[in-house]
């Protein structure tokens, strides 16, 4: 069983940038395409960012934070982290940390439904 814990959710300034972490242990992380999720008040948990297992994999971004934020992994230290630019007001929410449901597989990397395994969530607020 996967723990995955999100660390870094403070709250900036539109414009701001952020970063935010997602440490995983106990069990295999590096096999696993890895993403991030955020929901805000009264909206439903939409995709941010994913990203492939094999090193040098592909990532994925959800439309409205293209060219703005990027996600990383480090598969020694079994981190992965997101890199958020030019923040606006409605990138706020809680981002969720999560790994995907099946081992080596890039299996609907950009859906809800891709992953089995989450994290409790790090708040992100973003003043105007």
């Known amino acids: 069983q996967v723990r995955l814990v999100e660390s870094g959710g403070t709250l900036v300034q539109a414009g701001d940038s952020l970063r935010i972490s997602c440490a995983a242990s106990?069990?295999?992380?590096?096999?696993?395409?890895m993403g991030w999720f955020r929901q805000a008040p009264g909206k439903a948990r939409e995709f941010v960012a994913g990203i492939i297992w094999r090193s040098g994999g592909g990532v994925y971004y959800g439309d409205s934070v293209k060219g703005r934020f990027t996600i990383s992994r480090d598969n020694d230290e079994n981190f992965v982290y997101l890199h958020m630019n030019s923040l606006k007001q409605e990138d706020g929410g809680v981002y969720y940390c999560?790994?995907?449901?099946?081992?080596?597989?890039?299996?609907?990397?950009?859906?809800?439904?891709?992953?089995?395994?989450w994290g409790q969530g790090t708040q992100v607020s973003v003043s105007s």
């Open positions: 106990g069990s295999t992380f590096a096999n696993y395409a």
């Open positions: 999560a790994r995907g449901g099946v081992y080596g597989s890039d299996w609907y990397v950009d859906e809800l439904r891709g992953y089995d395994s």
